[in-house]
Nanobody, 127 residues
Framework: QLQVVESGGGSVQPGGSLRLSCVGS????????IGWFRQAPGKEREEIAC????????YYQASVQGRFVMSRDNAKNTVYLELNSLKPEDTGVYYC????????????????????WGQGTQVTVSS
């Protein structure tokens, strides 16, 4: 079965850090465009970071720029999202999504662009 699975969420205090993992099962993530999305309580799901396999670059939304870092370990077929300097407003369910086609920056925020979604992992930032 082709799927992605997230892990690494948890509860942290403001200013803390977490590292989320997204593992591909049944396919090689190295060739896929990858998006990280977040859904805060009572809000719509929003894209926060994206790796474009169209230009090989990683893009971040302004709300997380400079605090979150996407990386990958192709040997482990895993993409990571490191969350630093966490704020209460970062609380939500975080999802990894994979696009089997080319993913240009302009389409990173479109959930319809992605073919595989994980089940989500909860991140709670609270004192």
């Amino acid at each position: 079965q082709l799927q992605v699975v997230e892990s690494g969420g948890g509860s942290v205090q403001p200013g803390g850090s977490l590292r989320l993992s997204c593992v591909g099962s049944g396919f090689n993530l190295a060739y896929f465009g990858i998006g990280w999305f977040r859904q805060a309580p009572g809000k719509e799901r929003e894209e926060i970071a994206c790796f474009s396999n169209s230009d090989g670059r990683t893009y971040y939304q302004a709300s997380v720029q400079g605090r979150f870092v996407m990386s990958r370990d192709n040997a482990k077929n895993t993409v990571y999202l490191e969350l630093n300097s966490l704020k209460p407003e970062d609380t939500g369910v975080y999802y990894c999504a994979a696009d089997k086609g080319l993913l240009p920056e302009a389409l990173c925020a479109d959930p319809e662009e992605y073919d595989y979604w994980g089940q989500g992992t909860q991140v709670t930032v609270s004192s």
